[in-house]
Structures are given as C-alpha cells and as structure tokens.
C-alpha cells in the first residue's frame, strides 16, 4: 500500500503543469490530524498542527511546524520541527525539495512522560498539475537519539483557489505512525 502511494504520487508529480509560476516557499499552514501511534500500545487520536516556512532566496527556506494530538486512553502527544530546506527548479512547475532538521518529540500519560529527539533529512518532489492544483511526495529519515530511527513518505495534495490559497490533504506513513491531515495554505 505505501509503496502504490509514494509510485503513484511521483508518478504524478511528474505530470506537465500549465503554471507559470515560480514555486513559494514563504507560507504558513493550519491542519487538522489524525494520528495513528504504532507500537507496544496501538492509539489513535487527533490534533491540529501549525507550519510555516521562510524563502531566504529562491534556493533555500526555513521552515517550522507544531503538532499537538490528543489520543486514546489519556496520552497526549506533542512535537516540534526546524529546519531549512533547499529547492532546485527543473521548471516553473516541478521543484526538487531537500530538506535537514531537528524534531523535539514528546508523548505524555498522567505523570509520565517520555521524549525524545533527532535529526531529519528528507528529499522529494512539488509539482504543479494543473492551474490549480498541487501535488507533493517526499522520503523523511529521522534519527532519534533514543529511539533508534524512522522512515517515512509523505504524499499530498493541494487545490488553490485563488493566487496564494489553497485547500489540501495529506498522508504521512512512517515506522511509528501514521497521519492523515487536511488544511489550509496561505502563500504571501
């Protein structure tokens, strides 16, 4: 299943666009999520996030994100991302994205609670595939300094309904979780 995901979003990305425009990397971003925890005790929950990101020049961007979830039986969860980010254009449609960050995890149950944190590095594709809609795929490795590592696609999509706008729903399938989010983009 995750593999069809990630082949039919490259795929897809790969589709000629019709904008003219240049990629935006400054942004802010509000979603809503569903939240999947894998492990010794399987929860589900929801959340909300909050990201944004920075374009320093038309190469590299800071970029940020909080997620705060609350889940089943008491557990909330919580995270923090930095980072920046590098993009090189094959066209005004389709850039290649490379990304380096530092990601601050916590979960909590009652009085326990157990953080960890690492680095992530991720690289994939944004394309336009059509005048107003966007498809993005990327790979995101993290290593965490106690919990060993995580890999993970990412896949989304993004329907703009005006300049700087747009609606968009996104899956993120990792080791350790699995997030399902819908959202609102503003570009400026």
């Known amino acids: 299943m995750k593999r069809t995901v990630l082949c039919g979003a490259i795929l897809a990305a790969f589709v000629p666009g019709v904008v ?12 809503l999520l569903d939240v999947e925890l894998d492990g010794p005790f399987d929860v589900d929950g929801d959340g909300f996030a909050l990201a944004g990101s920075f374009e320093l020049s038309d190469k590299l ?24 980010g590098m993009s090189h254009a094959f066209s005004d449609t389709l850039d290649f994205v490379g990304t380096l960050s530092y990601i601050d995890a916590e979960v909590k149950l009652g009085s326990f609670t157990a953080d960890d944190d690492g680095l992530a590095l991720g690289g994939g594709v944004r394309t336009r595939v059509a005048d107003s809609f966007e498809v993005d795929a990327m790979l995101k490795y993290v290593d965490f300094d106690n919990s ?37 983009r503003w570009e400026f």
């Open 20 to 31: 003219l425009a240049d990629m935006n990397y400054t942004k802010f971003d509000v979603s």
């Open 61 to 84: 961007h800071l970029f940020g994100e909080w997620q705060d979830q609350s889940l089943d039986g008491g557990v909330d969860g919580r995270s923090v991302e930095f980072g920046a």
């Open 148 to 184: 060993g590592s995580d890999t993970g696609v990412l896949v989304g999509g993004r329907y703009y309904f005006n300049d700087s706008m747009a609606l968009g729903a996104s899956a993120d399938f990792n080791d350790s979780a699995d997030t399902l989010r819908i959202g609102f």
